[in-house]
Nanobody, 111 residues
Framework: QVQLVESGGELVQVGASLRLSCAASRSSISGYTMGWYRQAPGQEREWVAT???????MYPDSMKDRFTIRRDDAKNTLYLQMNSLKHEDAAVYYCRADSYWGQGTQVTVSS
């Protein structure tokens, strides 16, 4: 079992950058494929990025130019670097390891 806690979400302006973190506890993340997802109000949860245990990264085409997923297994932490943020990036961002989810961190983007 792994416990995940996201952080780093905040109110930023359009065009800003933000880095989210997902700290894991109770178990090492080293063997897990990890992912970031997001959910805006009234919308379904959306896949943002995935990184395998071996470090292979995958993104939807709409996000691959602005978002970067990274893992630091020594720190048991997953990261999401987001650049050139847009209004439509505003959402609650969740990290995932297999069937385990964090509680989410809110990203708000203002003009």
């Amino acid at each position: 079992q792994v416990q995940l806690v996201e952080s780093g979400g905040e109110l930023v302006q359009v065009g800003a950058s933000l880095r989210l973190s997902c700290a894991a506890s109770r178990s090492s993340i080293s063997g897990y494929t990890m992912g970031w997802y997001r959910q805006a109000p009234g919308q379904e949860r959306e896949w943002v990025a995935t990184i395998t245990a071996g470090g292979k990264t995958m993104y939807p085409d709409s996000m691959k130019d602005r978002f970067t997923i990274r893992r630091d297994d020594a720190k048991n932490t997953l990261y999401l670097q987001m650049n050139s943020l847009k209004h439509e990036d505003a959402a609650v961002y969740y990290c995932r390891a297999d069937s385990y989810w964090g509680q989410g961190t809110q990203v708000t983007v203002s003009s």
